[in-house]
């Protein structure tokens, strides 16, 4: 038979309850220091009493894109646009492919969002122009039916167009003044009958409107007859018209984000500044001018060649009527 053995031979009563009291007194220490850093812990991270945390179940940031909220894109619907660009031929983008510029890797230099304030940038300098110009641009023609340009509206049809927009950046020339762009444009179109009529190989005709940006200050220029009883099919020749002394608002806009707006009606064509400053074409000129189709344009017209010079316009929203 297996005896008990006597632990206390051991270790004797008095040693045991000493060991028994100290793993108790250690073990106290512990909790107390443990439950001391927890409260240190807490008090560390408890609400301040001048900030608030919100609560709020409606409340969507989202915490892995904190600026999220403050992306904003232009308010420019651009199915029936198309983009000339200052490459190529030139290069002209249509749609439906113009409504992916913030991909297409063609247009993306050229023609892009700053989502910080909402606009659309357009940037042009000096390289490629059109069969009719020898300046560059970086701006839209409008196509009232997408990817055509076949379909243009008349005077007596009506038409108008709204834009805000900034001039953001534009260089100097070598006298210290600032480069001039043309920010909007009426342009007029043949039609094929009236093409033929006058032998031309194009259906070009002159812009019956050009809106510059001149030294911080909006530049309006139109189109006169040189002659006012020219005959009906003379009237279709560019050589017909002629540039008249312009007018320039008197608000100053410089680089500041500013509203033009253009309204055009059978014998009439209207430009307004800002809701504040108006100008009104309804002479002979104007009248006469119906004989033509049309079409809106806006962005980015540089005007010069100068090395070096470049622009960059940016429009908010833009909107047309008819």
Known sequence: ?????????????????????SIQLLLGLF?????????????????????????????NTDQNNPVSDNFKLPEIDLNHWKVTLPIGNPTEVKPPAILAYATNETLKPFMYNDSIDGSLVFYTYP??????????????REQMVPG????????????????????????????????RAIIMQIHGRLTDAQRDLIGEDDNNAPPILKIYWNQGKVRVKT???????????????????????????????????F??????????????????????????NIQKWGI???????????????????????????????
């Open 292 to 322: 033509f189709e049309n079409y809106f344009k806006a962005g980015n017209y540089l005007i010069t060649r100068d090395e070096g010079s470049n622009a960059k316009v940016k429009y908010y929203n833009l909107e047309v009527f008819h």
């Open 31 to 59: 909790l107390l220091i443990s439950n001391t850093s927890c409260q240190k812990d807490n008090s560390d991270t408890e609400t301040p009493q001048n900030e608030t945390i919100s609560t709020d179940e409606n409340d």
């Open 148 to 179: 055509s340009n076949n379909t243009n509206w008349t005077f007596a049809q009506g038409g108008r167009m709204k834009g805000t927009l900034a001039m953001n950046e534009i260089t100097k020339d070598n006298d210290g003044k600032y480069h």
């Open 1 to 21: 038979m297996n005896k008990k053995k006597n632990i206390s031979k051991y270790f004797p009563k008095k040693l045991i309850i000493n060991k028994i009291w």
């Open 127 to 140: 390289s490629s122009s059109t069969a009719n110009s020898s300046y560059s641009r970086t701006e839209l």
């Open 259 to 284: 509203t033009l707006e253009v309204k055009v009606s059978e014998g009439r064509m209207e430009i307004i500044l800002n809701e504040n400053e108006t100008v009104v074409y309804d002479d002979i």
């Open 223 to 257: 189109k006169i007859l040189k002659d006012q009883n020219v005959s009906e099919t003379e009237i279709l020749k560019t050589d017909a018209w002629t540039d008249d002394e312009g007018h320039t608002f008197k608000e100053e806009v410089g680089f500041e984000k």
